[in-house]
C-alpha cells in the first residue's frame, strides 16, 4: 500500500531546505566579511624587508625592486613578482623572498660569483665583428662558471685569472664566452690546482686551444693543447728542483715533456733544458 506526504510534512520538508539555504548563505557572507577584514586591516600589511646575501651588488637596486612589497598585504604580497625582478638582474644567481611572522619579507639574494674575467676589448688577441659596450672599452669584463659575461669592473677580485683568448667580437654583458673555451679554462685550472700550483693570473688560450699560464710572481708555464694535468704535475717538481739549485725560473715550456725547456730570471734569452 502506497503511503503519499501530508502537506504538513512537505512543508516542513521546504522549512528546512529553506533554513538550510540560509545558513549557508550567512556563513559565506561571515566568510566574505572576515577575508576582506583581514584584506584592509592595517595591522597585517608588510611593514619592512630585511636583505641578505649581498656583498658587491648596490643594495639599493635591491631595495628598489623589494620597496613594492611595503604596504601590501602580508597573505597577498606578490613575493614572486619581486623574485623574478631580483633574478633578472644578470648579477643575481638566485633570490629567494619569504613572508615572516612579524610583519616583514626576507629576501636572500645569491650573487654571481667571478671564475675568470676578460680583458678590455681593445687587448683581445684577435680583431672584433662589433663594437664594445660603450663605455666599457678599458674595463674588464666577469664571467661566471657558466660562461655568462654578467659585470664589467676595473679592478679584478683576487684569485679571478683574466683570460686572453681568440674572440670573433667584444662580448656584451648578458653574452655567454663560447662552450669550448669555458671547457678548457675548468679542466685547465683543476689540473693547475691537483699540480699543487696557485691560481693563475692569466690564461692564454690560443686558436687551436694552447694554453699558457702566467701567474702574479711573473713565472710563465706553456702547457699547449693537451695532457694539461701530467705536465703541471711536472712542472711543480721541476720547479722544486729549481729553486733547489738557487736559481729561479721565468719560463717553463713544457708543450712537450719529451724536452721541456725552463728560462732563468734574469736571462732573457738563455733557455735551458729540464734534466
Same mark, same amino acid.
Given at each position: ?18 533554513? #538550510? ?11 566574505? &566579511?572576515?577575508? !576582506? ?20 651588488? %648596490? ?46 619579507? +626576507?629576501? !636572500? ?8 674575467? &676578460? ?11 662589433? %663594437? ?15 660562461? &655568462? ?6 679592478? &679584478? ?14 662580448? #656584451?654583458?648578458?653574452?655567454?664566452? %663560447? *662552450? ?18 696557485? !691560481?693563475? /693570473?692569466?690564461?692564454? *688560450? ?13 713565472? /710563465?708555464?706553456?702547457?699547449?693543447? +693537451? +695532457? ?24 717553463? +715550456?713544457? #708543450? ?20
Amino acid at each position: 500500500m502506497t503511503s503519499y506526504p501530508t502537506p504538513r510534512s512537505v512543508q516542513r520538508d521546504i522549512a528546512r531546505r529553506t533554513i #538550510r539555504t540560509l545558513i549557508r548563505m550567512l556563513v559565506a557572507l561571515v566568510v566574505v &566579511l572576515l577575508i !576582506t577584514m583581514l584584506l584592509v586591516a592595517e595591522p597585517l600589511k608588510i611593514t619592512g624587508v630585511r636583505i641578505d646575501g649581498i656583498h658587491t651588488i %648596490p643594495r639599493e637596486r635591491v631595495e628598489m625592486a623589494a620597496s613594492a612589497l611595503i604596504g601590501q598585504n602580508i597573505f597577498m604580497a606578490k613575493t614572486r613578482i619581486v623574485r623574478r625582478q631580483l633574478v633578472s638582474m644578470l648579477e643575481i644567481q638566485d633570490a629567494r623572498v619569504r613572508r615572516s611572522h612579524d610583519l616583514k619579507v +626576507d629576501i !636572500t639574494v645569491v650573487e654571481r660569483m667571478p671564475f675568470t674575467a &676578460l680583458p678590455p676589448p681593445d687587448n683581445l688577441l684577435s680583431g672584433r665583428e662589433q %663594437p664594445a659596450s660603450p663605455g666599457t672599452e678599458q674595463l674588464n669584463a666577469l664571467v661566471d662558471a657558466e660562461g &655568462l659575461v654578467y659585470r664589467f669592473t676595473e679592478d &679584478l677580485p683576487r684569485r679571478v685569472p683574466l683570460l686572453r683568448c681568440d674572440s670573433s667580437s667584444a662580448l #656584451r654583458v648578458g653574452q655567454r664566452v %663560447p *662552450r669550448t673555451i669555458m671547457k678548457d679554462v675548468h679542466e685547465c685550472l683543476k689540473c693547475v690546482h691537483a699540480g699543487g700550483l696557485p !691560481t693563475p /693570473s692569466e690564461i692564454l *688560450r690560443t686558436e687551436v686551444g694552447a694554453i699558457t699560464l702566467r701567474f702574479p710572481d711573473g713565472l /710563465s708555464i706553456r702547457i699547449g693543447h +693537451d +695532457d694539461w694535468r701530467a705536465k703541471l704535475k711536472y712542472a711543480t717538481r721541476a720547479l722544486h728542483v729549481i729553486k733547489g739549485l738557487g736559481q729561479e725560473a721565468k719560463s717553463l +715550456d713544457l #708543450r712537450s715533456l719529451e724536452a721541456p725547456i725552463w728560462t732563468p730570471k734574469g736571462a732573457p734569452a738563455d733557455e735551458k733544458a729540464i734534466s
